[in-house]
């Protein structure tokens, strides 16, 4: 008979308590190959808990994965860090956006942005009132890198009203 596995807390206490040979194990245990041997104890600790984590709540997306892999393939070529493509607001953000001398202000709320007092559940169609065409609202307030990198920015700005 089986015994039942402990849940996460009490296998995560568990490894704070093994020395570096216990934990050396557990690694050739969870990840089947050796240890790196440059692994301080705390490292060692670190992704052990992550591979377990891993093992009973699921591993990052596909999406995530993929992005990990190209900013890898970048950091190998350049050495250089690469910008994230993905930028996430939070409720409290306000974007700014001049538009033929005007400047435009949305407020990011749950759920959607504030224009003008009223609620929209996407900011193109708070660039299409704007503009009065159809625009990409993450391009439109600069949310998304231009096709071309040359390209002439425009002033956009992206404050949070929280800090």
């Not at 660039?127 to 065409?133: E, H, L, Q, S, V």
């Given at each position: 008979m089986n015994e039942p596995t402990p849940d996460i807390e009490t296998q995560l206490q568990i490894l704070r308590e093994m020395g570096k040979l216990e934990l050396q194990e557990q690694w050739r245990r969870v990840y089947r190959t050796q240890p790196p041997a440059s692994f301080r104890l705390d490292l060692l600790l670190q992704a052990i808990a992550y591979k377990l984590q891993e093992q009973m709540f699921g591993g990052l997306s596909t999406?995530?994965?993929?992005?990990?892999?190209?900013?890898?393939a970048k950091m190998n070529e350049n050495g250089q860090q690469p910008q994230s493509?993905?930028?996430?607001?939070?409720?409290?953000?306000?974007?700014?956006?001049?538009?033929?001398?005007?400047?435009?202000?949305?407020?990011?709320?749950?759920?959607?942005?504030?224009?003008?007092?009223q609620y929209f559940?996407?900011?193109?169609?708070?660039?299409?009132?704007?503009?009065?065409?159809?625009w990409s609202g993450p391009r439109f307030f600069g949310l998304k890198r231009p096709v071309n990198p040359f390209a002439k920015q425009k002033e956009i700005y992206l404050e949070n009203l929280d800090e």
């Open positions: 999406a995530a994965q993929r992005q990990l892999r190209t900013w890898t493509q993905v930028i996430t607001l939070k409720p409290g953000a306000q974007l700014l956006r001049e538009w033929h001398g005007q400047t435009y202000q949305v407020l990011v709320v749950e759920n959607g942005f504030n224009y003008e007092g559940s996407a900011l193109s169609q708070i660039a299409r009132k704007i503009t009065g065409t159809r």
